[in-house]
């Protein structure tokens, strides 16, 4: 792959979700092409807990430890909270400019690496194999994954309504081929976003691919639901606070309460207490973070910045008694 990551991700590189400092050599490479001048801490990681004082994290990410982007070659701690980039990076670092984050999914190439799904139509209603191979840049499959929370990729499949949110685990055969049998309910126009690090010539290289799948029918788009703060998954009221901008990462912290109303018990699910997911109305823009490794007051904490102005939806799984559910919300960002 080039050493520089396509133009189309460079726009918005140096900035976070959550936690955003690219990994290895490109993160100079990138930082120096801008000239820009940025601020680059990384998390505290299990020290965060005193930081847990609302007034001090309302508006500040956590405490440095340690300056600079990440060495070379270093392994991502998938405890620590982070973000999954389009662009072939993962970040554990907080970075606060005037700018949004980074988005993916986007492209159905990226990285050097390019989304080839075999079949992009589908019966409304009907469970249908859906198979798909990232290749690379001589057009070989790659069949070299790494696993990020627990998982060699990550499917997420939303109509473009942002109705219908599904966060899927295909399987890979050794031919590199991916495949799952997926239930697409209504007719309509939906996007497949392939999250995942691939491992080519030893390097690995993390991005987040899309594509369309169609459903012929008759599509009857949905209006994204008004902005609110709970829902109600599967008879848990789930609860989030915090408000996200453009300007700076923000905490959200997410509560979940079960059906007596006592807080649920949360378990691990993929290696941490959520995922967060967040997709912009209008192109579906995708954005994918990680909270903190440890509950605070029973919650869940995320570390998001807004990509830009408009409407999101925020998705967001989390794991009761084995069970896994989606909360989400609608979010606006003036
Ligand atoms: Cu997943």
Known sequence: MPDHPPAENDADAPVGIGA??????????????????????????????RLNNSTASASAPPAPTSSGAAMPGMVMDESQPHAHNSDGTVSQAAV?????????????????????????????GKAQRLAFRVKGAGGAPVTTYATVHDKPLHLVVVRRDLTGFQHLHPTMASDGTWGIDLTLAEPGSYRMIADFTAIVGGQQIA???G????????????????????DNADGFAVSYEGTPNTQATQPLLMQVTGP??????????????GHLVVMREGDLAYVHVHP???????RVKFWLTAPSSGSYRMFFDFQVAG?????SWTLKID
């Open 207 to 209: 991005t987040t691919l």
């Open 292 to 298: 903190e490794p440890l509950l605070v007051d029973g």
């Open 20 to 49: 955003e400092t690219p990994v290895g050599e490109r993160a100079g490479f990138r930082l120096a092409a801008f000239g820009a001048v940025l601020i680059v801490v990384l998390f505290a990681g299990y020290g965060l807990g």
């Open 260 to 273: 007596g109303g006592a807080a649920a018990r949360l378990d691990p699910y993929l290696g941490a207490f």
């Open 96 to 124: 606060t400019t005037p700018m949004g984050a980074a988005v993916g999914g986007l492209s159905l190439s990226s990285g050097g690496l390019t989304l080839v799904p075999e079949t992009t139509t589908f019966t409304a």
């Open 211 to 230: 594509g369309d799948l169609t459903v012929a029918g008759n599509y009857a788009p949905q209006a994204l639901p008004a902005p609110a703060r709970t």
């Open 323 to 327: 069970q896994v559910h989606t909360a």
